[in-house]
């Protein structure tokens, strides 16, 4: 990736946003490029080469409460919303200010886990903001461990009403991504791409997140609840292309098989030997994916 000079934009209810466009030589048009939780503009340096060099000029941005974007809360490492609908109007803000001055055309997009989720929200109530959507490893169902899925909803809610929605979710307090270990994580069997980010996050230590909140944790319940409902993935007109990882221990791969078997227009591929984040995998599980990639947009 080469220097970038981010330009923060407001959110309807304030929230700076940090975005960046790397524009393409000859553009053959603009892909959107939305990240998961806990990630961040920088952690996608191969990825915007990768579409650059495919034609695509790149808008992306940090989510709010992560990246360089504005925090919810005193406590910087905690990921943390109220409501998913804040997470709609910070794409709707993105897409007007950022987006749509690039391109009379709708943009392209390529989004993964929680910023996937979004962007079926986004389809949903939009049909024309995309023109074709690749999906990978969307947020439809969180692996939650021992814990039944409803449980945990019910835990996160209750916590909410108590006034602790802002505390760490189980397991999470004491966790430095700083820290983080290559043997005991979860997203990628490539130690390269995970060594990359651990060089970015020490270089700037400001951008990095240790997870979710009870908060948070019951909005996310609460939207997989409404995207997953009957009649919901039914209702999206956009060609999308849906990645499942096989070895996914983050989200639900069951979700993402079922969701896209209902699209109008969905294709879905699984790569069975791939950790929760594909776009971080080592080159065996890459390669298939940018193959996939490259057969879908090549009709669009």
């Not at 393409?24 to 340096?45: D, H, N, T």
């Not at 392209?108 to 995309?130: C, D, K, V, W």
């Amino acid at each position: 990736m080469p220097p970038f000079y981010p330009r923060f934009i407001a959110s309807r209810d304030g929230t700076l946003l940090r975005t960046a466009v790397f524009e393409a030589e000859k553009a053959r048009g603009v892909c959107v490029l939305l990240q998961g939780q806990c990630e961040f503009i920088e952690k996608y340096v191969e990825v915007v080469g990768e579409l650059n060099g495919r034609g695509f000029t790149v808008a992306t941005f940090d989510w709010r409460g992560q990246g360089g974007s504005a925090r919810a809360l005193r406590e910087t490492l905690k990921a943390h919303v109220g409501d998913f609908a804040e997470y709609d109007d910070d794409l709707k803000c993105f897409l007007d200010q950022m987006v749509r001055p690039l391109s009379p055309q709708p943009p392209l997009l390529l989004a993964h886990s929680m910023g996937a989720h979004i962007a079926i929200r986004a389809m949903h109530g939009n049909p024309e903001a995309f023109r074709a959507a690749v999906l990978v490893s969307p947020m439809l169902g969180i692996a939650t461990g021992s814990y039944p899925a409803p449980v945990v909803r019910l835990l996160a809610e209750f916590f909410v009403l108590v006034g602790r929605g802002s505390d760490f979710a189980w397991g999470i307090a004491g966790r430095d991504p700083l820290l983080d270990d290559f043997a005991t994580q979860p997203c990628t069997t490539d130690r390269a791409r995970f060594a990359r980010t651990q060089e970015i996050i020490k270089a700037n230590p400001s951008i990095r997140l240790a997870g979710p909140t009870w908060g948070w944790l019951a909005a996310a319940a609460r939207s997989m609840a409404q995207t997953t409902a009957p009649g919901y993935a039914e209702a999206i007109t956009t060609p999308v292309l849906a990645f499942g990882a096989g070895h996914d221990r983050i989200v639900r791969i069951e979700a993402t098989r079922r969701f896209a078997s209902r699209l109008p227009h969905g294709t879905y591929v699984e790569i069975d030997n791939a950790e929760h984040e594909i776009l971080m995998e080592a080159d065996s599980v890459r390669t298939r994916f940018w193959s996939a990639f490259d057969a879908f947009i090549g009709s669009f």
